[in-house]
């Protein structure tokens, strides 16, 4: 059989989907979040904007945890300690007379990116079952930090007396305001883990996923690119915290317990692994039925604990895997 026959009978090949294509569906989503608040607010259900605030926010925290534990194979049990810094840092610089938001936003970054570090320098001399062991009792060292310090409520928690101002013309107390500046921060965050995925440090990162043993071989600096994430997904979740704090103005240490840690690795299993958007939908999926559940009855865990068993049995690979597996069979 000739090589021209050859090409003859091979199926034609589809061209390849311009590129513009997969942003399409990530702005239409933007768009119609943008717009949610207008749409609420004339249907008289104003409540759902800080709802859907808070999922937005939760679902930066879940994106983080998906960067260091889809992305670069690091199952951390303590996420939700990086959170609790962010917050607690609005909570201290507000008492002490700090009132601009953006102030104590980039300052809960960064306290939470050293706080990340050093729980990173230490954990990850381990690895597998010993790295979660030692994120989890990091994270509980925090909690009872917070849990002991009496002047900001200990295990009452904390009342913030009014929102961290916004400046430039901007009014934080008016609920869409701060619900676009909200989806502004969290739209900007999202694009750059994803652009950070898609880099050569995001791509040595999933090398060290793999195999961390050849990467080594390789001449790649293992331990410090992990470190690095670690810091990235730690300030990014501290921002996560500063802006749960601002929103709900009221700040408990139990928004830092290992539970909640473990919430977000569920949320992350659920959306998708290691999937773009994996963290994102597994959150939103989560606190829709959390909420849609807890309107009909107070026993809401067994139908979520369901879907985990659902999710794992039927798409272990996550609910974004199922969308691309549609995607590619409608082309």
């Known amino acids: 059989m000739s090589a021209a026959s050859l090409t003859s009978s091979s199926p034609p090949q589809r061209p390849a989907a311009p590129r513009w294509r997969g942003a399409l569906l990530p702005l239409a989503l933007l768009a119609a979040l943008a ?9 008289g259900l104003d409540f759902y904007i800080g709802f859907v605030r808070r999922v937005l926010v939760v679902a930066l925290a879940a994106a983080s945890l998906n960067f260091i534990m889809g992305f670069g194979g690091m199952v ?32 809960a ?17 381990t690895q ?24 900001y409520g200990g295990d009452d928690g904390y009342t913030l007396p009014m929102r961290p101002v916004l400046g430039l013309g901007l009014d934080a107390m008016h609920e869409p305001t701060l619900y676009w500046v909200v989806l502004a921060l969290v739209a900007l965050v999202l694009w750059w883990l994803d652009r950070a995925t898609a880099s050569r440090f995001g791509a040595a990162l999933a ?19 992990q470190l690095a994430a670690f810091t990235l997904a730690g300030a990014v979740a501290g921002l996560a915290g500063a802006l749960l704090a601002t929103g ?13 840690s473990a919430t977000l690795i569920v949320m992350v299993v659920i959306g998708g692994l290691g999937r773009r958007w994996g963290g994102p939908l ?9 909420e849609a559940l807890k309107l009909h009855t107070d026993h809401w865990h067994m139908p979520l604990g369901l879907l985990l ?18 995607a590619r069979s409608a082309q």
């Open 248 to 260: 709900n103005s009221f700040v408990s240490p139990a928004m830092m317990h290992w539970t909640q």
């Open 309 to 326: 068993i659902a999710t794992t049995l039927y798409a272990p690979r996550g609910l974004a895997a199922l969308a691309d597996l549609r």
């Open 109 to 125: 970054m960064v306290l939470a990116a050293l706080a990340a570090t050093l729980v990173g320098a230490i954990s990850l001399r």
């Open 207 to 225: 090398g060290i996923r793999d195999n961390a043993t050849r990467m080594r071989a390789l001449g790649y600096p293992v331990y410090l690119l």
């Open 282 to 290: 597994g959150a939103a999926v989560w606190m829709a039925l959390e």
């Open 76 to 107: 951390a049990l303590g996420h939700a300690g990086f959170m609790g810094v962010g917050a607690y840092t609005v909570v201290v610089l507000s008492d002490a007379g700090a009132t601009s938001a953006w102030v104590v936003w980039g300052a």
């Open 35 to 43: 717009v949610f608040p207008l749409v609420a607010s004339a249907l």
């Open 128 to 151: 597998g079952v010993y790295f979660i062991m030692i994120t989890l009792a990091f994270a509980q060292m925090l909690y009872f930090v917070f849990v002991s310090l009496r002047s």
